[in-house]
């Protein structure tokens, strides 16, 4: 069965600081990937996605990923984390077949030190 | 970019009461979801809520707890009834627009029953 595993809960890192979100997935095929923030009181912003190609993929915000198959992960990376990175981060697989179903890992909690 | 607006925001609602959820989208989309997300929890799919149909419900969710309506391409509704305390969630709207490989959400209704 497909699952997402984000095995950190709460995350804290000094602003300017780099920070890396781990996640983990089990899936039969190849993966659809994708990183979502949320905000306090805000619905989910799409940060970036992995289809194919390239493995290392671009988001907004400074944001990028990288797709590693051998290791079934997508960790979430920023070179210089800002205070309004603050917030619940999720990683989620996918099926762009007719479903379109995403499932979601359990979320990381970022938080910035001044 | 595409807009999901979904009302209520927030409610308190009373225990064996029923609330309506409302979803609008701004332009043409081929998907329309369901998702919730309980408390310190990350999102579940509820349904996939399909135009002039009944939806399609996930395993552990059902008609007569959570009745969808679709009548048409960009609205959708969910119902959440005779609620209970354990309900008391984050209910979001998701769309898939039109030429889009992504899921776009909606900001969330907050429900808290008493």
């Known amino acids: 069965a497909q699952s997402v595993t984000q095995p950190d809960i709460h995350i804290t890192v000094s602003e300017g600081a780099s920070l890396e979100l781990r996640c983990n997935y089990s899936y039969g095929a190849t993966p659809y990937l994708f990183w979502y923030v949320q905000s306090p009181g805000q619905g989910l912003q799409l940060l970036l996605k992995y289809f194919s190609g390239d493995t290392l993929v671009q988001g907004i915000k400074g944001f990028e990923a990288e797709f590693k198959r051998s290791q079934s992960s997508f960790n979430l990376r920023k070179p210089s984390v800002h205070w309004s990175d603050a917030a619940e981060y999720f990683c989620?697989?996918?099926?762009?077949?007719?479903?379109?179903?995403?499932?979601f890992g359990s979320g990381t909690r970022l938080l910035v030190r001044p | 970019s595409a807009v999901i607006s979904q009302k209520p925001s927030r409610d308190i609602c009373q225990r064996g009461t029923s609330l309506t959820i409302q979803c609008q989208v701004d332009s043409q989309v081929t998907m329309m979801f369901w998702y919730r997300q309980q408390p310190g929890q990350s999102l579940t799919l509820i349904a996939t809520a399909n135009q002039g149909s009944e939806a399609t419900y996930e395993s552990g969710f059902v008609i007569d707890k959570f009745p969808i309506s679709r009548p048409n391409l960009t609205f959708s509704t969910l119902t959440v009834s005779n609620m209970s305390p354990e309900d008391s969630s984050i209910y979001l709207c998701?769309?898939?627009?039109?030429?889009?490989?992504?899921?776009?959400f909606g900001a969330g209704s907050r429900l808290t029953v008493l």
């Open positions: 989620a697989v996918g099926e762009l077949d007719s479903s379109y179903k995403l499932i």
């Open positions: 998701s769309a898939r627009f039109s030429g889009a490989n992504v899921l776009t």
